[in-house]
């Protein structure tokens, strides 16, 4: 089957709840469209953010997960302090002349940190018509989100899987445990602080895809600023 030359990204961010001075989540989103083609893979995401946003007092990802675990496990195997938010995604496997469309679950975690920055681990569970856990590595830096995806295997003789859509929630309903006077005590983390101003245009956001045949696509998109009173 022939690959669309032609692959277009848009991008979206929130911050449910939206509110400037206070911890909340950090939910971003893609979507990738291709000509009339087959989809091409793609291997990596570099997503762009306020540098202003308060990752390292997030109290997020305190232990870590290794992918050997993961893979063996899924996620049940990891720490609970080391889970990092959740979410999902559209994959789409060429059979055929047939375009087969999967709902796939997402969880992150933190990785094992070789060199200071906060390394994820994103464990990607699909059941059907592909039964596989694949685990995919980024980073997170200052301003910065790379997530870097392998070539992934669908069904035998046929294409590489490519990712169509994707939804991931930093923070949000997560449980961790400390332990207070010897007891193991469960608590929720705080979340993502953003700041108490709101920049002029919003909360800018910038995503560069790159693609299996080498080709890029880019989107932009600014989280505005709900009014108050």
């Known amino acids: 089957a022939g690959a669309s030359a032609a692959q277009t990204a848009s991008i979206t961010a929130r911050f449910p709840p939206e509110r400037l001075g206070a911890a909340t989540t950090v ?27 308060g990752f390292a007092t997030s109290g997020l990802g305190l232990a870590a997960c290794s992918t050997s675990v993961l893979e063996a496990l899924g ?3 990891c720490p609970a302090n080391s889970q990092m ?17 999967e709902n796939v679950q997402l969880a992150v975690f933190a990785g094992p940190s070789p060199d200071g920055y906060l390394h994820l ?4 569970t699909g059941e059907t018509p592909v039964i ?5 590595s980024g980073v997170l830096l200052p301003g910065h989100l790379k997530i870097d995806i392998p070539p992934i ?32 005590v469960a608590y929720h983390p705080a979340g993502v602080g ?18 299996l045949d080498h080709s890029r696509s880019s989107a932009r998109t600014a989280v505005r600023c709900q009014r108050r009173g």
């Not at 469209?33 to 893979?41: E, H, K, R, S, T």
């Not at 669908?154 to 006077?181: D, F, I, K, R, W």
Request: proline content about 10%; glycine content about 12%.
């Open 132 to 136: 596989a856990v694949v685990v995919l």
């Open 75 to 77: 996620p049940a195997g």
């Open 85 to 101: 938010g959740y979410g999902s995604a559209q994959v789409e496997i060429p059979i055929g002349p047939a375009l087969v469309r």
């Open 153 to 184: 295997p669908s069904l035998p003789e046929a294409p590489y899987v490519s990712v169509t859509q994707m939804q991931l929630t930093l923070g949000g309903q997560l449980t961790y445990y400390e332990t207070v006077h010897g007891a193991r």
């Open 121 to 124: 681990l994103v464990c990607v």
């Open 27 to 53: 939910s971003f989103g893609f979507h990738i469209a291709a000509g009339d083609g087959v989809p091409i893979p793609l291997r990596g995401v570099q997503l762009s953010y306020p540098r202003n946003l």
């Open 194 to 211: 953003l700041p108490s101003r709101c920049p002029r245009g919003g909360f800018r956001f910038a995503a560069t895809f790159a693609f």
